[in-house]
Each structure stands twice: as structure tokens, then as C-alpha cells.
């Protein structure tokens, strides 16, 4: 799908027309944002907006997280875990400490 | 205020003009001292507009007027202030500091990146093909083993522009997220503006609106009672230039008064008015 982001009143505005006018193309509405569905009519909007408004539109296309294909089984097992801890309180950094869950500096460096 | 039209001089505070004058000539001369361009040449001296001027200066049957803002533009004309005054003097000040966005890098470091890969796709194949037929000859082809290595050669330099431009895109990238740090700042600090614009202009309205609805209903021609937001846009616009203080002339295009004496009494205004 395609992200559009606006950064201006009238790129902002000019989003919210488009959504309006066309909203089978629209996957979802953010404040100043919308997700659209993945087809070259979106392609075409976004740039269209692009050429019109430069910077204050930002176009990032997203594709489907599926872990079971991206991430690694510890990273998915720690994710699980954390998700089921004791202490609601307890930061990730304490939690995975001593264990054989990554640890956070270790997530953050690797790539998915 | 003192008129010319043409080789002739009205003054007074109600001047009745023939209908034959495009308005918006009048408007203009009005709003800036002169409409000399065509004939005939009109020129206005007078008191200069203040903002209530652009919205209801003009008053003809299709006027285009958000009543609502009009009004608290009338309110603000005379002197009518808020509690969200203060914050929104810091508003506009703060956004008119923020810097000038930088401006955000050309598209064409993406199509570079787009066409270096194309590129890098075409000489790989070549590279395999040329391969494939150094193996199948078993190096009995000694210009087949040179076209490999041209081959090679070519892959290898565009290989290297390629990565450049992946490398001019990620800068362009982190340029344009700079820049959108800042428009997203400006964007915010505009919001801020307008929202504190909306909550004065609702508190002025609240306000505003008994005196207003009194003059509306004292329009001439206006029903009583009529819903005072969704009436005619020149009665509406009359009922707030009564209310608000025009400064310069209004120019009225609307048969709702008999002559300008009647109109400029009405608004208690110097008006020009064009027979209808």
C-alpha cells in the first residue's frame, strides 16, 4: 500500500479532497496522513501530489509484516514472553537481562 | 468623501453613481484610491478600508460571504477583544519566526537510483550470457573470453554509479526528513493559529449576535425572524456592515434602499451606491 503523509495546510487539505472524492482507493484515514490501496490509480495520486506539493508529501510504500517470515524465532519468542510478563512495570532492558532474550542494544543494531 | 468619474466630481457622504458603472471598478477605486485602466478612469478619496471592508464593503445580491467570519471581522472592527487574545499574538508570532523551510532536493535522485539498477540488471545479463558462451567454446574463443571481459569491466563501473547514486538518494533522503521536521513544526504551530483564531471568532460571534440579529432584522425587505446565518448574503452583509465599522465607503449594488442618503443613515457609513 501507498502511505501518504502531508506536512502543509494545503497538501494536508488537498489529501482530504482526494480521500473524499475517491474513497474506494482509501485503505485508511490518519489526521494527515492515509493509507492507500495498492494500485497505480494511487501511484498516480500520490504523484500528482508529490509534483504539486514537493517535500510537504512524503510517499513511503508499505508491504504486509509477516514475523513468521522477517524476524528470527528468539526475537519472536522474547516478543511473546515480554507480552505475557508479571510486572506490567518492568522495562524490557530488566526483563530480558540474564535470560537468552536479545537484548535491546542487539535488537536495535540488526536489520530486519 | 470626494468621486471622480470621468470629467465629473461627486462628494458628500452618500453619492448616488449611474448604474451604467461596473461595480467592482467602484470597489477597487474605493478599496485603493483609483480605477484609472478603463473608461471611464474613477477615482476615490476617502477613508482607507479596514479589513470589514473586503467582506461586506461590496454588497450585491450574489455575494459570496461566510457570515460567521464576517461577523466577528465586524467585532474586531470595533475594538472587540478576547480572552484568547494574548495566546494568539504569541501564536502568530512564534509562527512568523519560524524559519523558511529549506528547500526540499529534486526528484531526479530517484529516477538516477531507478535507472542505475535498470543498468546493473541489463550488464549482469550480459555478463551471463557472454559467460555462458566463454564455457560452451571450452576457451577456444579467445574473442569471446575478451567480450567477457568487457563485459565485466562495464558491470563493474556501473556497479560503482549505481552505489554513488544509492548514496546521493540516502542524502537526499535525510535532507527531506530535516526539511519535514521542519514543515511539521510550521504545520503545527499554524494549527495552533487557527484554532485559537476559531474559539475568538465562536466567542465573538456569541457575542456579536443580538446586535447583529436586531440589524438584520431592521434590513429593509428582510422578513423578521428569517434563520440569521442562512439569509440573503447582501442583507447579511448589510446587518454586519451596521454592526462593524466600514472606515471607507461601502459600495452598495442592491435595491434595498431608495437612495444612498437612506443607506448611508441606515449604516450609519458614507456609502456609494449604484442605481440599480
Redesign the interface.
Known sequence: MLLVIT???AA?QALRNLCNAHEESVVRRFG?AALLADTEFAGFQAVRL?EQF???V?VERTRPFNEFETLREPVREAARAYADRETPALPYAKFAAGTDHPAPADLKESEL | MICRVGERTHAGRALDLPASLDPERVVRAVRTGAATAADPPITVDARAPGRLHERVGYVHEDLSLTPRTALAVAARSRGWTTGYDDRLREARGALAAHAD?P??PP?SSRQQVAEAREEVDRLRERVAAARGRVEAADGEAPADRERLADAIRALSEVETDAAAARERRRRDREA?RA??DQ??E??RL??RVANLERRARRVLVERARPAYERALDAVPGCAPGTAPFETAPDAMALAIARFGELRAPAVLATGRFSDATAAAAWLDAPVVRLEP
Open positions: 506536512y502543509s495546510t494536508r494527515r508529490r514537493g517535500a510537504a512524503q | 523551510v528547500a526540499s526528484a527531506t526539511a519535514r514543515l511539521q510550521r504545520l499554524e494549527d
